[in-house]
T-cell receptor
């Protein structure tokens, strides 16, 4: 079974600064997908960024980027120019075809962006 | 497109009662799944389906049943509700054609007394 570990239960960053959220995972599979999801107080799950394991290039989406280290099984999320609207729970997740691409989540990191 | 819809949004049950949480998607996604979210635990997979007529268990399946008679619908049944099933339940769907991004419903908050 795959496990996903987020070692930072809570983090805080000032507006306009950069913050990095950590995620490690454990799997014996070679081809899989990794995701970061955001959950604001509204409870809605929102995809932030996606990485296919077979792609060496790190994914980027505007202010969000990842540092994907396949050998180290590490998948960190960097948020640049943090905004107040980035305040939310952030979940790292793993998916593979042997479970219908259903997600295996970490326990989450609560990010607070302060003025 | 309505995306993924879930009903009801809120529900209160008494111990021992049964009920069905409804989930539907109109995106013709082949994959659907149910998760529960408890404080400090993240989201945990209950059951998933890779297509109509095919379901399988996730991490925490006990006390729940699912079926997938159509591509669109994936109901979750609580057979005999217990206080430990108090949680927020999310349904999601995905397809390989869009990189397996899971599209989530708005969630159902269930309280079992």
């Amino acid at each position: 079974a795959q496990t996903v570990t987020q070692s930072q239960p809570e983090m805080s960053v000032q507006e306009a600064e950069t913050v990095t959220l950590s995620c490690t995972y454990d799997t014996s599979e070679n081809n899989y997908y990794l995701f970061w999801y955001k959950q604001p107080p509204s409870r809605q799950m929102i995809l932030v960024i996606r990485q296919e394991a077979y792609k060496q290039q790190n994914a980027t989406e505007n202010r969000f980027s990842v540092n994907f280290q396949k050998a180290a099984k590490s998948f960190s999320l960097k948020i640049s120019d943090s905004q107040l609207g980035d305040t939310a729970m952030y979940f790292c997740a793993f998916a593979h075809s042997n479970s219908g691409y259903a997600l295996n989540f970490g326990k989450g990191t609560s990010l607070l962006v302060t003025p | 497109n309505a995306g993924v819809t879930q009903t009801p949004k809120f529900q209160v049950l008494k111990t021992g009662q049964s009920m069905t949480l409804q989930c539907a998607q109109d995106m013709n996604h082949e994959y659907m799944s149910w998760y529960r979210q408890d404080p400090g635990m993240g989201l945990r997979l209950i059951h998933y389906s890779v297509g109509a007529g095919i379901t399988d268990q996730g991490e925490v399946p006990n006390g729940y049943n699912v079926s997938r008679s159509t591509t669109e619908d994936f109901p979750l049944r609580l057979l005999s509700a217990a206080p430990s099933q108090t949680s927020v339940y999310f349904c999601a769907s995905s397809t390989t054609w869009t990189g397996n991004e899971q599209f989530f419903g708005p969630g159902t908050r269930l309280t079992v007394l």
